[in-house]
């Protein structure tokens, strides 16, 4: 009986230690993730903020480590050039390129820098040479076009009804336990193509040794159901534009994960123009057949819909005892976190305070994205300096698009009355 008691004591302290296991790793993995989409979108002190809260999960996690060096060499290297020490910025990014085993997108953004401050700091004039030897050719892939194609990708998932993420080759998703890119990278699978195996490495600009230059990763397979997922690469094939689907749901004798050219016309066409350099994105066409200038008008428009009020009865607002004032930021902070909103917003302050406060950028095309930005500030967590930093990256996460171009210009013009100031 003692030892049938044992033995149920220990399974417990087994599944129990497994359940707190798997929940600190999807923590962790969910962390390493914000932390590689901060670092893309340049967001260094949030990516500070994630890998501390991944290594919270996993405090000897050697990557995660060499994330947070890498991390603090580099925004020490920012500093130093802010202040034109050259020679220390260029020590800081040497540090960056030697750790090992850390942020893949990191070590590009060091060795641009390092060759930017290679040509700055040469003595030979540059001014003598001919004008053909001065021009900067542009590469096949650069971070703009990788800007286009997270935007394109964006317009893909509301079209499609998919929430497709990027991935990147230190960042890969989980398709039916396969890592992708990873595991193709590491030679644990190998890509085919028409059955065939093909030569892939990854690559920032669209240039590389091998045939296959892979430049982005896009899939749903966090959130899709099982047999529904998608994987796409999009690849620089001998200097072409390519989008290669898989949905493999198992593995395969020869450790292939199958992948085919995209049927999607629409996605590859996108694709090639952005890598053209001739990609023009939906709300760019539709600011060219309208014009949605900031007014007060717009304002009225955007507060009816943000706040779901019935166009009906804006003038219950007009005849009650409130007002609001209008201004714009260039770079609003949320609280005292350091963390600023990424856009121009105009700000809708209602007095009293119970009013609303509501901000918002036009994007000029009969739409505005909406960000949550609280009207108080009574949770103290807001004054601790990281975790006032990371809920102000949720309100800018949290941001949404709404439509105002279906908001009749007569209804808003009602509330206009109680707008003070102008935009």
Same mark, same amino acid.
């Given at each position: /009986?003692?030892m049938k008691?044992? /033995?149920?004591?220990?399974?417990?302290l087994?599944?129990?230690?497994f359940?707190?296991?798997?929940?600190?790793?999807?923590? $962790?993995?969910?962390?390493?993730?914000?932390?590689n989409?901060a670092?893309?979108?340049?967001?260094?002190?949030?990516?500070?903020? $994630? *890998?501390?809260?991944?290594l919270?999960?996993?405090?000897?996690?050697?990557t995660?480590?060499?994330?947070?060096?890498q991390? +603090?060499?580099?925004?020490?290297?920012?500093?130093?050039l802010?202040?034109?020490?050259?020679?220390l910025?260029l020590?800081? &990014? =040497?540090q960056?390129?030697?750790?090992?085993?850390?942020?893949? !997108?990191l070590v590009?953004?060091?060795?641009?820098?390092?060759?930017? &401050?290679?040509?700055?700091?040469t003595?030979?004039?540059?001014?003598?040479?001919? !004008?053909?030897?001065?021009?900067?050719?542009?590469?096949?892939?650069?971070?703009d076009?990788?800007?286009?194609?997270?935007?394109? /990708?964006?317009?893909f998932s509301?079209t499609?009804?998919?929430?497709?993420e990027?991935?990147?080759?230190?960042?890969?998703?989980?398709?039916?336990?396969a890592?992708?890119p990873e595991?193709?990278?590491s030679?644990?699978?190998?890509?085919? *193509?028409?059955?065939?195996? %093909?030569?892939?490495?990854? +690559?920032?600009?669209?240039?590389?040794?091998?045939p296959?230059?892979?430049?982005a990763?896009?899939?749903?397979a966090?959130?899709?159901?099982?047999?529904?997922k998608? %994987?796409?690469?999009?690849v620089i094939?001998?200097?072409?534009?390519?989008?290669?689907?898989?949905q493999?749901?198992?593995?395969?004798p020869?450790?292939?994960i199958?992948?085919?050219?995209?049927?999607?016309?629409?996605?590859?066409?996108?694709?090639?123009?952005?890598?053209?350099g001739?990609?023009?994105?939906?709300?760019?066409?539709?600011s060219?057949?309208?014009d949605?200038?900031?007014? =007060?008008?717009?304002?009225a428009?955007?507060?009816?819909k943000?706040?779901?009020?019935?166009?009906?009865?804006?003038?219950?607002?007009?005849?009650?005892?409130?007002?609001?004032?209008?201004?714009t930021?260039a770079s609003?902070?949320?609280?005292?976190?350091?963390?600023h909103?990424p856009?121009?917003?105009?700000?809708?302050?209602?007095?009293?305070?119970?009013?609303? &406060?509501l901000?918002?950028?036009?994007?000029?095309?009969g739409?505005?994205?909406?960000?949550?930005?609280p009207?108080?500030?009574q949770?103290?967590?807001w004054?601790d300096p *990281?975790?006032?930093?990371?809920?102000?990256?949720?309100v800018i996460?949290?941001?949404?698009q709404?439509d105002?171009?279906d908001?009749p210009?007569?209804a808003?013009q009602?509330?206009?009355?109680v707008?003070?100031?102008?935009v």
């Open positions: /009986m003692k008691k044992k /033995m149920g004591v220990a399974l417990f087994l599944v129990t230690l359940t707190f296991s798997a929940c600190g790793g999807e923590a $962790y993995d969910q962390s390493m993730k914000k932390v989409d670092i893309k979108e340049r967001k260094f002190i949030q990516a500070d903020i $994630y *890998v501390e809260k991944a919270e999960k996993k405090p000897k996690d050697l995660a480590q060499n994330y947070q060096k991390l +603090s060499f580099y925004r020490k290297s920012l500093d130093e802010e202040k034109k020490n050259q020679d910025a020590s800081n &990014l =040497k960056v390129v030697e750790i090992k085993g850390g942020s893949a !997108k590009s953004y060091a060795k641009k820098d390092m060759e930017k &401050l290679g040509t700055s700091t003595k030979t004039s540059e001014t003598s040479k001919p !004008k053909e030897e001065n021009k900067k050719t542009e590469t096949v892939w650069n971070a076009k990788e800007k286009k194609l997270k935007q394109y /990708m964006s317009d509301r499609m009804k998919q929430q497709y990027e991935y990147t080759s230190s960042n890969s998703v989980d398709m039916y336990g890592k992708l595991d193709v990278f030679g644990k699978h190998k890509m085919a *193509v028409n059955e065939q195996p %093909v030569e892939i490495e990854w +690559s920032d600009t669209g240039e590389g040794k091998l296959y230059q892979l430049v990763v896009y899939s749903d966090a959130t899709q159901s099982y047999g529904a998608h %994987v796409y690469f999009f094939k001998n200097g072409q534009p390519k989008v290669f689907i898989t493999q749901n198992q593995g395969m020869n450790n292939y199958h992948f085919s050219e995209t049927e999607n016309q629409d996605l590859q066409q996108n694709f090639a123009q952005i890598v053209g001739n990609f023009v994105a939906k709300e760019d066409k539709a060219a057949t309208k949605y200038p900031n007014s =007060k008008l717009l304002a428009k955007a507060m009816i943000a706040f779901n009020q019935n166009p009906a009865d804006t003038d219950n607002i007009g005849q009650a005892n409130v007002s609001y004032d209008l201004s930021d609003y902070e949320i609280w005292t976190t350091g963390v909103l856009e121009e917003v105009t700000i809708v302050a209602g007095s009293p305070t119970a009013a609303g &406060l901000m918002y950028h036009n994007n000029n095309d739409t505005v994205t909406v960000y949550p930005v009207s108080h500030y949770d103290h967590d004054d *990281v975790k006032g930093k990371a809920m102000a990256y949720d996460n949290q941001a949404r709404i105002i171009s908001v210009d007569d808003a009602k509330l206009v009355a707008f003070n100031g102008d």
